[in-house]
């Protein structure tokens, strides 16, 4: 699509209606460019390889912040994938709240916090899904919260995961297992060692 905004010509005397003119048009043509931008090169082809490492290239192309990643199999569809940063993980301090069937692309952290968090959804349907792949640097702490009752829930036998930062792209894709296996009508809890609980399904660049 090309760019068809006119800078205006300067006056010869100061004006400042000329002044402003130009610096709206030239804003608009900033604007115009970041509208149309795609990633390509070395950005696509990382996304484009991940896509294939886990298991379901993208039927199309398409940038990192609507890709459809991994997970398909045969035939199946993947997560939809978000590429997110620094400014994403809000409060508390460094805490990124998860959507239920999605995945997310880290990347772009600063130093602080340490580590950063990804907090899973809570106590969603059984079977959810979240992936996080790691491209940012740093270490991302999983952290799956409380249930209902105030129990802690618990992720691969802990009450946190650790995804670490090298090499870059390490991922692990979670599955919401839910009341982790415990009698009908009795309650998850420190008294009978039933959690509900979230497993690791599928770990890459380990």
Same mark, same amino acid.
């Given at each position: ?44 082809? $990382? ?75 809570? $106590? ?18 999983? $952290? ?63």
């Amino acid at each position: 699509m090309a760019i068809t905004t006119r800078v205006p010509d300067p006056t010869n005397e100061y004006e400042v209606a000329n002044q402003r003119q130009i610096v709206r048009s030239i804003n608009n043509i900033v604007q115009q460019i970041n509208a149309q931008y795609k990633p390509q090169g070395e950005i696509f082809s $990382e996304i484009e390889q991940l896509s294939y490492f886990l298991g379901n290239a993208p039927a199309k192309p398409s940038g990192p912040e609507s890709a459809t990643i991994g997970g398909g199999g045969s035939g199946g569809a993947g997560l939809p994938y978000s590429r997110i940063g620094q400014l994403d993980f809000g409060s508390p301090l460094g805490t990124f709240i998860a959507a239920a069937n999605r995945g997310y692309l880290v990347s772009e952290l600063g130093y602080l916090p340490d580590p950063y968090i990804v907090r899973l959804p809570v $106590e969603p349907a059984v079977g959810t899904k979240v992936s996080v792949v790691n491209g940012s640097g740093y270490g991302l702490s999983v $952290e799956p919260g409380y249930d209902s009752l105030g129990y802690q829930i618990k992720i691969d036998g802990g009450y946190s995961a650790f995804v670490g930062y090298a090499p870059a792209g390490i991922s692990r894709t979670y599955v919401y297992f839910g009341d982790g296996g415990y009698p009908a009508g009795a309650t998850p809890g420190y008294g009978y060692n039933y959690f509900n609980t979230w497993y690791s399904i599928a770990v890459g660049y380990n």
